[in-house]
């Protein structure tokens, strides 16, 4: 066989042999080059996975086209912040407490980013169909991205924009006070957000501490934004006795603590009826992971269909929203690489799985690092996780909470 | 069932049931952990796939930890550089003819890289088993990769160092002059090298107008280097003649420049023996395109095998080296993604595909930029052809040159 002969053969099969391929035919062209694009603003690491790193390929492994600008350029996760101690560390953000503890690199400026976004706009590079934004440096630079947020949300009003409120976690602010009333203000643009309980209690300044303080907290975060995810809240007492017995953990369970709950919440913006509530329930796994929040926004936004129709598989059943459906998907997914990176980190060397003790790491800052290094989201090795077609009623999707609004 | 047996089934599930799920097990952890890793120095654009949007996303797929250093940060590949009529900018380098004419953005100060670098360092964060390099902005900057390049050297002689000289293409040089002895300084710490046909000229200072330049240059190269590929030739007359028959084209070929040589040519340093030289013909795709020398140098890498054994699965052919496999798999993944991109421009409405014409595109710039778009790597949409497990004896090959040297 002549070589044009057989690379024409290659050439057919490439092109004809598998589902992606589909995309070069018109209709499916349309949708690869509008509903498939993401601008992801995130940070950006060298080494780990934090931020754009955690977010990108994952949304490049469910097939879209990512556009990515980096709002900082580190060596490695900063660690600037304290280890803490709640579970709800299992969902930390970007930048979070588990990292290295030193890094070298810069940030970009407010004006380097107005540049990037003003020169892709001259260049008709600037119409995503998605807008996915995370930790933002400083005040400056976040309004700048309200300004995009603004002007892409205007020219494009079924723009589908996930806001990570990135703040904070555990009862600690990772960002200067001055960022949080202008995150209150990107709020008209936003379509979804995915705060932490923390940022919930930032954000409003209600203390989560009873089931109305739950309703009063939504109530004010869905005055403005139709779709509210609280990726992860310690099931507390309080929240033990008030979530359906469908939810409840098993009677086994010796501490409730051991186990965080995730809650979607939908309204229509302008009525007055009350937000339609899922939850579920998913086991705390000890130890800290970084990028986990960045991975769990990234993949609620990719798995987030607005439209369902039957033609495109993804009919949500009467009992699922878009967004608890999307949800699901992102807590299995989050989850399931978390349980994959956890079982790696068991299998290292003892000095490389050392629990936390920030005395013996100041004396021996290389025993961090080893530490930390281990903990890495295993996202390239878990791919076939990332992979997985999702589909809702395989038992893991978020249950309708239809009595969450009654005692309001 | 249970939540918590849910999941757990669940993550027992994640955790056996795939083939990368078992490098949790020690043995492959070490593989993971270490001949997994690539760190990757290259040009970042927001928007477009060239420089680490082409290589790193590839490599993820099939399956290395990447350890991502930006060199810039810029809005999209910047065109600054006219547009070549050679067959050779099908396998045109970061920063290309093929731009948008105009970007926003940062380029990374030497300063700014070093201090990468040592950060990384210092949290034992650099000990990549693999390095790649691309596009450096300036002498400065690659000063500093040099001295890299030389430290993960030293500290591990089986680094596998992949750089790319990139240089310019189709006889225009995108860097300054200065560059260029830089470049022949860091040979010796390279395992492989990916020059274009012109990098080739002007690395060794020989014209390839015949097959004793072509051996005068490779014998050059060799001198510090083990492996060279040139990753797409021109098949001009004299090339034409001297090629073995059995890698000449189809009979029916009109024209003979619609062909390139891709040529990998490896040798023991210290030896006096001439290198061993293996080449394939591939059809030239006509139209512009960037990113596809970065695409091909990252999957040279990714497939390099430096000690392929039978459990591998990877056990090369006496008729094959380590190279020529790696060489195989990336122009094949390469062409492969080449054509799945130029069927869907093809696809594309007349404006977003018209052909090059400057004066038009002067007057009107955005036709320019929408034909860009059109070009742009379709890797996302294509990654089923990154993922192909590689094997040898598909007809795809490099064909053993085994008369390469007689007449010299």
């Not at 992801?40 to 931020?51: C, E, F, L, N």
């Not at 079924?158 to 202008?182: A, R």
Request: one cysteine or more.
């Amino acid at each position: 066989m002549s070589i044009a002969e057989s690379i024409d053969d290659e050439a057919r099969m490439t092109i004809q042999s598998t589902p992606e391929t589909t995309q070069v035919n018109g209709t499916t062209f349309e949708r690869a080059d509008d509903n498939d694009r993401i601008l992801s603003i995130q940070s950006h690491v060298a080494y780990g996975y934090v931020g754009g790193k955690a977010a990108v390929f994952p949304l490049q492994c469910i097939g879209y086209d990512v556009d990515v600008v980096n709002t900082v350029n580190f060596s490695n996760h900063t660690g600037e912040f304290q280890i803490p101690l709640e579970p709800a560390s299992l969902l930390s953000k970007t930048l979070c407490n588990t990292g290295y503890g030193r890094f070298g690199g810069t940030r970009a400026s407010a004006e380097e980013l107005a540049s990037i976004f003003k020169t892709m706009d001259e260049a008709g590079l600037l119409s995503p169909h998605r807008l996915l934004t995370g930790y933002i440096p400083n005040a400056a630079a976040l309004k700048v991205i309200k300004e995009l947020a603004q002007k892409l949300k205007s020219r494009n009003p079924h723009l589908i924009y996930l806001m990570d409120p990135v703040l904070g976690d555990s009862g600690k602010l990772y960002v200067s006070q001055d960022v949080i009333p202008i995150y209150k203000e990107i709020f008209p643009f936003a379509t979804i957000i995915t705060p932490n309980w923390f940022e919930v209690e930032t954000l409003t300044g209600i203390p989560l501490l009873s089931l109305s303080a739950l309703h009063n907290a939504l109530i004010i975060l869905h005055e403005h934004v139709q779709h509210v995810v609280i990726s992860s809240i310690p099931l507390q007492p309080w929240l033990f006795k008030v979530i359906p017995e469908t939810m409840q953990p098993p009677a086994s369970t010796d501490n409730q603590q051991d186990y965080l709950l995730c809650i979607s919440s939908s309204r229509t913006i302008g009525t007055s009826s009350h937000s339609i509530v899922h939850a579920r329930l998913v086991p705390l796994i000890t130890g800290y992971f970084s990028g986990v929040g960045d991975l769990f926004s990234a993949l609620t936004l990719g798995h987030f269909n607005p439209s369902p129709t039957p033609s495109d598989g993804k009919l949500h059943s009467a009992t699922q929203t878009p967004l608890s459906f999307a949800a699901a998907a992102a807590l299995h997914k989050t989850h399931s690489i978390l349980k994959f990176t956890n079982t790696f980190a068991a299998r290292l060397p003892p000095e490389d799985r050392t629990t936390t003790d920030d005395e013996r790491d100041a004396a021996n800052p290389v025993r961090k690092f080893r530490r930390m290094r281990g903990r890495e989201l295993r996202l390239v090795q878990g791919q076939h996780i990332l992979r997985e077609e999702w589909r809702e009623g395989q038992g893991k999707d978020l249950q309708f909470w239809d009595r969450f609004w009654d005692s309001s």
